[in-house]
């Protein structure tokens, strides 16, 4: 049995506690309005001890506003995966193809999702009240999906001619050629576009529920700013980072499984 070595624990504790020093001297001696651990610990308690807490539409528990990012992240997830791996087949499967639309794809993939949000108000204008959760979906799936399908394309293009040739030999049908030669040896290369697309896309909620002004992590986090509750945004960054950090490496999980599968 592989042996725990205890600077497993103790140099992150470490890194912690140094974290925490420097946030309580900065608030003591340079910024007064910056809230110190304490004091922010000390907020941050009734979202703490009534996570899932519902006293109206944006005073809610700070696992209940969680949820509701995660649902709307999800879904623009899944839109950007649904998007991404046929557009990255397209890209790794025919050169004319890359050629007429990869320096398009260029261009857009870094425009920054604040941009991409007004637009997404205008093209769902006539939704109503579901204009802003539209809006919000379009900017997560245009922002998070062209890691996916870069790495897929990627993986296209890497696919070993000799799998193709033994499937001419075969005399396999260009669908099952797709799907018993190029899909399972594309996948390793999706997941790792899976990973950096669902990142991005908790990246962008937070922009998203600011602007939108919908219920939710990014949400709330303007509202306390708005209402000049310091402590709580603090409180919301360190949760985001949290989250992201978890959905990270269960995506990291899934990808090594599949990688070694």
Not at 131 to 144: G, Q, V
């Amino acid at each position: 049995m592989k042996k725990i070595q205890p600077e497993i624990f103790i140099l992150p504790l470490l890194g912690i506690m140094v974290i925490l020093a420097s946030w309580w001297f900065i608030s003591s001696h340079f910024a007064s309005d910056l809230p110190s651990p304490h004091a922010t610990w000390k907020d941050s308690l009734p979202y703490l001890k009534h996570p899932f807490a519902y006293r109206g539409e944006m005073d809610q528990g700070i696992l209940r506003f969680t949820w509701l990012s995660l649902i709307l992240v999800m879904k623009g997830y899944l839109l950007a995966i649904i998007l991404g791996v046929p557009l990255g087949f397209c890209l790794g499967l025919s050169r004319r193809f890359t050629r007429a639309f990869d320096p398009i794809i260029q261009v857009v993939r870094p425009v920054s999702p604040l941009a991409w949000l007004p637009l997404g108000f205008v093209l769902f204008l006539s939704a109503g009240s579901m204009a802003s959760e539209y809006a919000a979906l379009f900017t997560i799936a245009l922002c998070s999906m062209w890691p996916t399908v870069m790495n897929t394309a990627v993986g296209v293009r890497s696919v070993p001619q000799d799998y193709l040739n033994v499937a001419k030999v075969l005399k396999l049908s260009p669908l099952k050629t797709l799907f018993k030669v190029l899909f399972p040896a594309t996948l390793p290369y999706m997941f790792t576009g899976f990973r950096l697309s669902l990142g991005i896309a908790w990246l962008v909620i937070v922009a998203a529920e600011m602007l939108t002004g919908r219920p939710g992590i990014g949400g709330f986090l303007w509202q306390e700013y708005n209402s000049l509750v310091y402590s709580h945004i603090i409180l919301c960054i360190i949760v985001i980072g949290v989250v992201g950090y978890i959905l990270d490496r269960l995506m990291s999980f899934l990808e090594s499984r599949f990688r070694t599968a």
